[in-house]
């Protein structure tokens, strides 16, 4: 009824210790592939959802002894762009996803830096700067490296 240990370990093609393909166990839970729209809306989510944490995020600011400023609240704010970026477009499967995605994150930041009266979010100084044009910098890399992951293997 069942094999021994040995004979499901053990092949002519693969030697002692390697499983046989015949014997190669699938995943007992195998998701479907997202449909279109789902992955349309997590993008877009995922895109809103990081400019609205990274606009929050970004104003942190270090002060040096030397007067040197270093923006580490802008910093982590595209890195989280990224890691949502990356996650929505290994999920997908697609490095289309990851543009769009960018593109939220980019018209939120814009949106919330609009200066509305007294109001505006994200203001012209170095933070500022770093936030909004790494959303454009960051975006396409991300694309890249999601894109050359998912090349299939020769």
């Known amino acids: 009824m069942t094999e021994p240990l040995e004979a499901r370990t053990q092949g002519p093609e693969t030697g002692a210790g390697q499983p046989g393909p015949a014997r190669a166990q699938k995943s007992r839970f195998v ?3 997202p449909r279109r729209w789902a992955v349309l809306a997590a993008a ?5 959802g990081s400019g609205l944490l990274g606009t929050s995020l970004h104003g942190h600011l270090w002060h040096l002894d030397g007067g040197a400023l270093i923006p580490i609240g802008a910093a982590l704010a595209l890195l989280l762009l990224a890691a949502v970026s990356l996650f929505v477009g290994l999920w ?8 769009l995605c960018g593109a939220a994150a980019y018209l939120t930041a814009g949106l919330l830096s609009m200066q ?14 770093v936030w909004l044009y790494g959303i454009a910098f960051t975006t396409p890399l991300v694309a890249l490296v999601v894109w050359r992951l998912l090349i299939p293997k020769k």
């Open 31 to 33: 998701l479907p592939p």
């Open 44 to 48: 877009a989510g995922a895109g809103v």
């Open 92 to 99: 997908s499967k697609s490095s289309w996803v990851v543009v």
């Open 116 to 129: 509305g009266g007294s109001f505006g979010m994200i203001i012209d100084n170095l933070q500022g700067r």
